[in-house]
């Protein structure tokens, strides 16, 4: 009886130990590193040009890596020059315009003008003597004579009054409207260079962000125009990876959470990454996403930002996502 005491004994102590690992290690698992599954995430962007016109040239191929701001590709911009440089001589012509109504009449002009006047006082003052001499002469003249006389006096008056108001508006200058009308007219012309200018500008393709060229849907040759893609661009920074989280997990992952990232091709690099999103409203495993929970279990996606400085991962590319310091 001793012996099967003590296999009984050993038994007991064993199926004790067991469920004490089990109960131990269904205790650890949530204070474990969570995994998380997912890839990394294809955002991309359709460049076009502003302006419409022909290509001139697309500076880049397919797979190239682009910076912010390099030049992806121009237009054929012989007509927008031609538009700036009409632009350009009508601001300067519209300009001149206004520096002469702001310098007012010139001074050999003011000296005509007054050498006028004189002239018209003296014909005038003549005419007005020649019209009383006719007066005085009575039955000594003519109807017809004194009428002449007296005719020409009153036209020198109306002459000399005419040049003393043009000497008058050459020594005042120009009226107040008159520079307020030539200072718009200058201010309308200059927008209009600018805007010839700015649409020079957009003949040129330039990268919104750093990024890879995914594909060139036109060729130079081509017409573009503001609603006509012409290159894809796949961004590249931030990279984003879209995971998932079940639901029993949902409460040890918040934003702002640090996590790792890695990946089957570099399984020994570890990228660092924020969390920057965590979805409200729960969805069915994705297809694309290699977990060990049954496919049809509600998941909650994680939207994380990713500092790759080594340039390891790839648009697309599965990877693991840990949180080492899982949120309790």
Not at 15 to 36: H, Q, R
Not at 41 to 61: K, P, Y
Request: aromatic residues 4%; hydrophobic residues 45%; charged residues 30%.
């Amino acid at each position: 009886m001793q012996p099967k005491f003590v296999a009984a004994a050993a038994v007991a102590v064993f199926a004790a130990a067991a469920v004490g690992c089990f109960v131990f290690d269904s205790f650890s698992t949530d204070g474990a590193a969570l995994k998380l599954y997912g890839s990394v995430d294809m955002r991309t962007v359709r460049t076009a040009f502003e302006e419409s016109g022909r290509i001139l040239r697309l500076s880049v191929e397919e797979g190239a890596s682009v910076r912010a701001g390099d030049e992806l590709g121009r237009l054929d911009d012989e007509r927008h020059r031609i538009v700036r440089d009409e632009a350009q001589a009508a601001v300067k012509v519209a300009q001149k315009q206004l520096d002469l109504l702001l310098a007012g009449s010139r001074r050999e002009d003011i000296e005509a003008a007054r050498a006028r006047v004189e002239s018209q006082k003296a014909a005038f003052e003549l005419d007005e003597r020649t019209c009383a001499r006719e007066k005085g002469l009575g039955m000594a003249t003519t109807k017809l004579r004194l009428d002449q006389a007296c005719s020409q006096s009153a036209v020198s008056r109306a002459l000399l009054a005419a040049a003393r108001k043009e000497l008058a508006r050459l020594e005042a200058g120009a009226r107040p409207e008159e520079i307020e009308i030539a200072r718009a007219q200058l201010a309308q012309l200059k927008q209009a260079l600018v805007h010839s200018n700015y649409a020079l500008q957009k003949c040129r393709l330039t990268a919104p962000a750093d990024g890879v060229v995914r594909a060139r849907l036109k060729e130079p040759g081509d017409m573009a125009g503001p609603s006509v893609p012409v290159l894809e661009l796949a961004l590249m920074r931030p990279l984003w990876v879209r995971a998932w989280v079940d639901e029993k997990n949902l409460g040890r992952i918040a934003m702002g959470q640090k996590v790792e990232v890695t990946n089957d091709t570099f399984p020994e690099v570890k990228t660092t990454g924020v969390v920057g999103f965590v979805s409200t409203v729960a969805e069915f495993t994705p297809k694309t996403v290699q977990t060990e929970d049954i496919r049809t279990s509600l998941v909650y996606e994680v939207r994380i930002t990713v500092d790759d400085p080594k340039g390891v991962l790839r648009l697309g590319m599965p990877v693991t996502v840990t949180v080492e310091s899982a949120r309790p």
